[in-house]
């Protein structure tokens, strides 16, 4: 408990010069305008190092008293969410206050949880890198509203980087050279990629280097604390030819690219560039003593087979010496995926070895992925360490519906209460990309702040009850067919549309099995009153849950065309066509959705650099070929501009070229991945139809009896 109260006052330390109260009082009027005035908060102390809040309401004044920021925002949306029925998510808000704001008896919340974890390093590459000020002000609301207290703040380094570099011999140009492009970073930071997507325009750097300032500003203010960059070790190319005496390591290459260059942890000079860097990041940024450093996500450690115990060890303990070295107070932070991803290298002894080279109680965790395999339950050297519990769940930020609110709302709590946990020391988000599957994430921010389980056919009809506006009574239906469908254990997986594969022999669908099932609930959805199909977080999940629909469909339509195509049919033109409208149908559909439009996501890119073409050919690398020889389609999404110009088209060359006698399946696809790059270097968009929602839906049903 000692080493969990210390952290706790860490957390709190960095917020603690500024009034939290008022910051608090900011999200509430960034959120509610003039009705925020309605709320009165207050700060306490934390009992026994955990956030606490209070909060009660009497003839239109709602009392909040909460041990800082984060706590307050926690409990003003609790009243929000339970005395309103309201609720604030990534897809939108339905803040339909009543006119008299309800009174609401005195309620006290202890989270039992010390640190509420938010973001994986690659959501600033999946969602984050265009941001903007206001879009990331609302990203901090969100995790205010929703206690978070320890995000990572990985944005603006590479200004730092670019002044240590420099001091190194590394020029200018060099500097940007080695950098990836913004939607490539996180790789670049992990050590898996050099230069892809670029080069890094040096306006976007800058640009990237006043956001962090804003981002860590407002952060700080309301009680978080940041887990900010340290040095891992990885340095450009030029680096071993400046100093050919340093240790420099050759990485062992990852996802097909070529490989790093990882500066040995033991040579003297590592300790000197994190201490250079820990000092120019804290002259430029400030400090909150948490840094993350990866060394070897999703790469083979460089390690001498006969002493492969020793080097472990001796690595881990230099990468921690020099951060105390540079900061007394320093705490390491480290992803857990590298444990989950490599079991066949990471067994006890070698995670014991690594992990011994660090003080217990100077390093921080995290089980990045609790949902899969909680890392902490197969080592014991890992849970003698302080660790998060996360939710990773969605992967290169895809956006099919699937979850399994069950193990939401019981498996983080059974790491709690059971007696092998150990060191654990907090819960949190590590989805590689937002804007998707909002109910998952909502009922996990809840776990965060309870000791028992929700009963999860309860939670989610409240949940959409509140998301349309409605009551308990109207929304129970809808609520029960979208668990049932997306959002239980025996969902059968994520439901990833086969159009978004690259098209072969090997990833031709099999024919629908859910399409009726599917229909069914978009017909109930269609059913709701007509004051539900105004919400707009109603018409974002009948989009939802009609682009599944349709992607059923579509892979019968696949199918056909296939089949006319391989006989030479006289009608394989129109059944080609019935594929190519309702691809159609469905990228207009998607377009009523502004997080389903590729062309925000390019417009995003362009404005956050003054060099448009770059900014745009990595954006639209990233959410499709990538880069390497196995990422091509990591990332996809069900985006307009996507739908109806690239998978369409995709699929529309394969069908014509399974037509031909001379078919060569190797061809096809080294001609279909060229075709890719020549799209990603476009800079242009397809028109497309501006449609409602509800009445898209309407048509795609009609034309899919």
Known sequence: MRFLVGLALLAGAAGASADQASAAAGVLHRLLGRRADAFHFSLIAKQQGLDEFRVSASGGTIQVEGSSGAALTRGAYTYLKEACHCLVTWDGDQLALPAKLPDFPATTVVCPNVFRHYFNVCTFGYSTPFWDWRRWEREIDWMALHGINMPLAMTGQERVWENVLMKYGVSDLHCLDFFTGPAFLPWHWMGNLDGHGGPMPQDYVDRSADLQKRILGRERELGMTPVIPGFSGFVPKEFGEIYPRAKVLTASGWAGFPPTYQL????????????RFVEAYTKQYGSDHL??????????????????????????????ASLHAADSQAVWVMQGWLFHNDPGFWKEPETAAFLGGVPDDRMVL??????QAEIWRQSAAFRRKRYIWNLLHGFGG???????????????IAAVTDSRRGGFAGMGLTMEGINENAAVYELMCDTMWRDTPVDPVAWMRAYLASRYGTTEAVAAPTADGIRTSFYTKNEGGDGTPHYQSRPGAKVVPGPSTRKAEFRALVEQMLALPEEVHKQPLFRRDLIDVAKRY??????????????????????????????DDLMLDLDALLDTAPQYRLSNWISDARHAAGNGEVMENGARLQVTVWGGKELFDYAAKEWSGLVGDFYRVRWDRFFDALGHDLF??????????????????????????????????????????
């Not at 003297?268 to 560039?273: E, G, N, S, T």
């Open 264 to 275: 040995d942890a033991r040579d003297p000079m590592f300790a000197a560039i994190q201490k």
């Open 291 to 320: 840094y993350l450093c990866d060394l070897y996500n999703e790469m083979k450690p460089t390690v001498n087979p006969t002493r492969k115990l020793q080097d472990l060890s001796e690595t881990s303990n230099a990468i921690y």
């Open 366 to 371: 995290l089980d990045l992925a609790g949902d």
């Open 398 to 412: 895809a956006t099919p519906l699937f979850g399994d609110l069950e193990l939401v709302a019981q498996r983080p």
């Open 550 to 579: 349709s992607a059923e469909v579509i892979d019968d339509r696949i199918l056909e065309s296939i089949a006319a195509a391989k006989k030479h049919e006289p009608e394989e033109a129109a059944i080609q066509k019935r594929f």
């Open 664 to 705: 060569n399946e190797d061809g096809f696809r080294s001609a279909s991945a060229e075709w890719e790059l020549q799209w990603c270097n476009r800079t242009s968009l397809p028109r497309i139809p501006k449609v409602d929602p509800i009445e898209q839906v309407r048509k795609i049903l009609a034309e899919t009896k």
